[in-house]
């Protein structure tokens, strides 16, 4: 998507250990006309799939997914990474890294809120080594709902995630791929 | 706010310890379209007092404070609980404790991305003791930014912050405020 392209480049920074800096628009600072034009052309991609249910991970993926479900008309939820005392002890859960925090956490959805009935749209900010990705989908298989498929803002295609998903035949839409940041520049695919 | 009240009569639940139980459509499964309305309720409070600023805390506060801050078509940023890769080391920073995860944070904004250019609207899920607000209001004061008022779904006025907040002058919007919880009875103000 050039809008979000265009961002990136005006206002991203590639800094080392293939961190991309893009929190003055994207998840920090949010600038929500931005993130609305990215929910609607996320809701146009997959409007024809039945989504009834947009499953994202707290925290920075909580603002782009709240819009997506606006344009679906549906419920949002999104995995919690700690355990709080007013969560009951019913839910999924599955282990997964921070990219970004380097810690290791459990990601957790109650299961009152992810059944066999629901097609979901799993929604995030970032797609870098897919490990929030794949506890997601641990999680909708442990559910048994349907996984129907993937909405990024932005992919860094070089840590190879996002091919290893759409390999797999998962309907995987990201707004932005980055194919190298190398020495500052970022390229996209 | 009687929409909201009778969502918290229908589907909440109060537990001992002073919990309120929302999280069917308030801040682990979200009702998206309740929470734009409850925005839309804020808008129409705060919408001649110039804000073009919305802060928050990671992570339950986002998805209600994105849909208020595109209503006011402003940018929302959101106070941080730990560092994060992505983070530079300029920002203020201010302690403080979770009543829901009973543990101990450093709330962070980055400085860049709240001034004394800024007329700020505070907007978060819930107001119990008034921790998350009162850390804040801390950070809003160090940047020299200006506290345009307070907007919180649910008050549990009964844990007294709420009151505090209002005869120190400010101006505290909340769309239902729980008076008592006594026996699992959810009383409004």
Redesign the interface.
Known sequence: MQLLESYITKYGKA?P?D???V??FLN??????L??RLACDIYQHFKDKNINKILTV???G??LS??V??YF??????A?K?K????SDDFYSEKCFS????TQNNLMV?K??LTSEDNVLVVDDFLANGEACNSLLSIINQANAKLQGIAIAVEKAFQGAGDRFRSSGIDLYSLAIIESMNEGKIEFR
Chains 1, 2 share one sequence.
């Open positions: 800094l250990g961190i991309l800096k929190d003055s920090f600072q949010i600038d929500v006309e993130l609305d707290e925290a920075s909580i603002a709240t819009l479900a606006k008309n549906c419920k949002l939820v999104f919690k700690s709080t005392l007013n969560m990219f970004t925090h380097k109650s009152s809120f």
